[in-house]
């Protein structure tokens, strides 16, 4: 099969590792790793691409190799004891699948070598469960793993009614293949790029989750209205919010003149919903671009907000030219929605959003996870990245925000009071 041009010149030929974690739950059966086996094994007869391999970066062989599922047993220590740890973060990374299991020949890194789906069950003495995964990027978006897994957790618990079922056509039909040529020399340019860039000097990182309630973001909501912007979703008041702190920490910490300017903020962007006509939620594929926002520093919430909103209209703007038979070419040329460097400098940013994605939802007969971890964002070795992701409370879903920025600017932002009327700090891990 080959890949959609979206896919064909990805730049992820990586796998993003996540972790879902479920505590004890008496309410639901916890189901032992042959039910998962054969549920995992019915999702695949609907993902069948996944169970396949890579040939290049333009083909998919659908050879129903299959995935890898591994079942381990902690026996001398409880969910809640790793849970409670000041380590936690780096005590759950250990239970991903081990690393060189996701490499089919033997730990090599082109992309005919990467097996898609790799899972690690751990169970716990005292009824917990940890799901590790590392999910080839190449063939999944977070949106495409959203899905993945809720059409494997209604399989999981016997919800035929539930069952969400991928789209592999439609993301072709929209983005269709671009000729080899192109792809060729899009691939040898960016490892070009690549080879000629350099890494900045090493800086001390933290990565830190601050969550922000559904009350929280309903008020901060209420501060970034403005006239442009009368009704400002919670992403883009909680991003505003995010960067106006973050640019004050970097500046105190810093100076302005050491900051790019106007600040920068790139922003991942779910082209589905956007396109017209609109494709699937469930289309799978890496169906992405980036927004970008250009901040002026120290300008206040409504302002950053309307920044952020502008950047995304243009972003709406731009994806109308990439459908159809030209627009592999307009994709590749679009430098706005390209990221030029992993490293960024100071005053640039990076924000990805996995929120409404299902993954709080993923009963696989444990309940539903009580945390869910993009651990491929938290612990990034790269400055000034943040992610969003669902966080499930007493006054409805807030946000959990994952943020890595230099230590000295990470504690700035913890002993600012106005940002902590808001944010409430759960955990760090350091660089």
Known sequence: MTLPFVDQLSPFAFHLPTILVY???????????????????????QFYPLAGRCKDDS?????????????????????SSVLES????????????????????????????????????????CGGVVVGCYLLHKLMDAASIGTFFRHWSALSMGRSKDLIHPNFDSSLKVFPSAPLT???????????QMMQLRPPAPVSLLSKTFVFSNVALTELKARAVSKAVPRPSKFKA??????????GAATASLGKDALTSPALLRMTVNMRPRLTPPLPQESMGN?????????????????YVEDIHAAFTNANQRIQSFQGKNGAEAFVGDKQGQESSPWLKPGEYFLTSWCRLGLMETDLGFGKPKWVVPIGHVFSAHRN?????????PDGYGIEVWLILEEKEMGILESNPDFLAFASPTSKSGK
Do not use: W
């Open 287 to 303: 169906v992405i671009t980036n927004a970008l926002a250009r901040l002026e520093k120290q300008h206040g919430l409504p302002n």
């Open 59 to 79: 083909t998919l062989s659908c050879n129903d190799e299959g995935v890898t599922l591994i079942a381990a047993k902690v026996t001398n220590f409880t969910l």
């Open 238 to 247: 909680l991003a505003g919010f995010i960067m106006e702190h973050a640019l």
């Open 182 to 192: 192109l792809v060729e020399s899009v691939v040898a340019s960016r490892g070009k």
């Open 23 to 45: 505590t004890k739950n008496d309410k639901t059966p916890s189901h032992d790793i042959n039910v998962l086996k054969h549920s995992l094994s019915e999702t695949l007869t």
């Open 86 to 125: 000041p380590r936690k973060l780096e005590l759950l990374v250990e239970l991903l699948p081990p690393r060189e299991s996701v490499a089919y020949g033997g730990g090599l890194t082109h992309i005919s070598e990467f097996i898609p789906i790799v899972l690690q069950v751990t169970y716990f003495p």
């Open 385 to 393: 990245r943040l992610c969003f992701i669902d966080h499930p409370g």
